[in-house]
Protein backbone atom coordinates (compact mmCIF):
# COMPACT_ATOMS: atom_id res chain seq x y z
CA UNK A 1 0.00 0.00 0.00
CA UNK A 2 1.42 3.17 -1.06
CA UNK A 3 0.91 6.14 1.39
CA UNK A 4 1.29 10.17 0.24
CA UNK A 5 1.88 12.79 2.99
CA UNK A 6 1.25 15.99 1.87
CA UNK A 7 2.95 18.94 4.11
CA UNK A 8 3.31 23.54 3.48
CA UNK A 9 0.05 24.39 3.13
CA UNK A 10 -1.40 27.29 5.10
CA UNK A 11 -2.41 30.85 4.67
CA UNK A 12 -0.46 33.14 2.48
CA UNK A 13 -1.30 37.01 0.92
CA UNK A 14 -2.27 37.47 -2.57
CA UNK A 15 0.58 37.69 -4.46
CA UNK A 16 2.63 35.30 -1.95
CA UNK A 17 4.24 32.03 -1.99
CA UNK A 18 4.35 28.37 -0.88
CA UNK A 19 5.35 24.86 -1.37
CA UNK A 20 3.59 22.14 -1.38
CA UNK A 21 5.74 18.73 -0.80
CA UNK A 22 4.61 15.29 -0.66
CA UNK A 23 6.42 12.21 0.15
CA UNK A 24 5.60 8.39 -0.76
CA UNK A 25 6.17 5.68 0.90
CA UNK A 26 5.31 1.78 0.62
CA UNK A 27 5.92 1.45 -2.96
CA UNK A 28 7.20 -1.59 -4.01
CA UNK A 29 7.22 -0.33 -7.56
CA UNK A 30 8.48 2.73 -9.38
CA UNK A 31 6.02 5.25 -8.89
CA UNK A 32 4.64 6.69 -12.75
CA UNK A 33 2.91 9.65 -12.49
CA UNK A 34 2.94 12.48 -9.79
CA UNK A 35 0.79 15.47 -9.62
CA UNK A 36 -1.21 17.40 -7.56
CA UNK A 37 -5.17 18.35 -7.85
CA UNK A 38 -7.12 20.75 -6.03
CA UNK A 39 -10.96 21.21 -4.36
CA UNK A 40 -12.22 24.09 -3.65
CA UNK A 41 -15.09 24.73 -1.80
CA UNK A 42 -18.12 23.82 -4.08
CA UNK A 43 -16.31 22.48 -6.94
CA UNK A 44 -15.41 19.80 -8.13
CA UNK A 45 -11.38 18.08 -7.87
CA UNK A 46 -9.21 19.88 -11.06
CA UNK A 47 -5.93 18.88 -12.12
CA UNK A 48 -3.63 21.42 -11.53
CA UNK A 49 -0.20 20.22 -12.99
CA UNK A 50 1.33 16.57 -13.40
CA UNK A 51 5.20 15.34 -13.73
CA UNK A 52 6.02 12.00 -15.16
CA UNK A 53 9.01 9.75 -14.17
CA UNK A 54 11.19 11.36 -16.87
CA UNK A 55 10.41 14.92 -15.89
CA UNK A 56 7.81 15.99 -18.42
CA UNK A 57 5.26 18.48 -16.83
CA UNK A 58 1.74 19.33 -17.57
CA UNK A 59 -0.09 22.30 -16.25
CA UNK A 60 -3.45 23.45 -16.22
CA UNK A 61 -3.71 26.67 -18.30
CA UNK A 62 -5.11 29.09 -14.86
CA UNK A 63 -1.51 28.42 -12.87
CA UNK A 64 0.74 28.29 -15.82
CA UNK A 65 3.60 30.24 -15.50
CA UNK A 66 3.06 31.02 -11.72
CA UNK A 67 3.37 26.86 -9.82
CA UNK A 68 6.01 24.85 -10.70
CA UNK A 69 6.22 21.34 -10.23
CA UNK A 70 9.24 19.04 -9.72
CA UNK A 71 10.04 15.47 -8.17
CA UNK A 72 12.66 13.37 -6.76
CA UNK A 73 12.45 9.97 -8.10
CA UNK A 74 15.34 8.70 -5.66
CA UNK A 75 13.17 9.97 -2.37
CA UNK A 76 9.92 9.33 -4.19
CA UNK A 77 8.68 12.96 -3.05
CA UNK A 78 7.05 15.86 -5.49
CA UNK A 79 6.89 19.46 -4.82
CA UNK A 80 4.74 22.19 -5.85
CA UNK A 81 5.93 25.77 -6.11
CA UNK A 82 3.65 28.49 -6.07
CA UNK A 83 4.09 31.95 -6.58
CA UNK A 84 1.86 34.57 -7.44
CA UNK A 85 -0.61 33.55 -5.41
CA UNK A 86 -4.14 34.92 -6.67
CA UNK A 87 -7.49 34.26 -3.84
CA UNK A 88 -9.01 31.76 -6.46
CA UNK A 89 -6.34 29.22 -5.88
CA UNK A 90 -7.58 28.53 -2.15
CA UNK A 91 -8.63 25.35 -2.26
CA UNK A 92 -7.43 22.04 -0.65
CA UNK A 93 -4.91 20.36 -2.50
CA UNK A 94 -4.09 16.86 -3.46
CA UNK A 95 -0.94 14.55 -3.95
CA UNK A 96 -1.74 11.54 -6.51
CA UNK A 97 0.51 9.18 -7.34
CA UNK A 98 0.62 6.87 -10.82
CA UNK A 99 1.98 3.06 -9.44
CA UNK A 100 1.56 0.20 -12.28
CA UNK A 101 -2.09 0.42 -12.94
CA UNK A 102 -3.31 2.13 -9.30
CA UNK A 103 -3.49 5.65 -8.38
CA UNK A 104 -2.90 7.10 -4.73
CA UNK A 105 -3.93 10.09 -3.39
CA UNK A 106 -2.88 12.01 -0.09
CA UNK A 107 -5.23 13.17 2.43
CA UNK A 108 -4.94 17.27 1.11
CA UNK A 109 -3.21 19.92 2.61
CA UNK A 110 -5.19 23.24 2.99
CA UNK A 111 -4.08 26.74 1.01
CA UNK A 112 -5.92 29.95 1.39
CA UNK A 113 -4.89 32.94 -0.30
CA UNK A 114 -6.51 35.62 1.40
CA UNK A 115 -5.47 39.44 2.91
Known amino acids: QVQLVESGGGLVQPGGSLRLSCAASGSKFDINTMGWFRQAPGKQRELVATITRSGITMYVNSVKGRFTISRDNAKDTVHLQMNALKPEDTAVYYC?????????WGQGTQVTVSS
Open 96 to 104: NAQVVVFTY
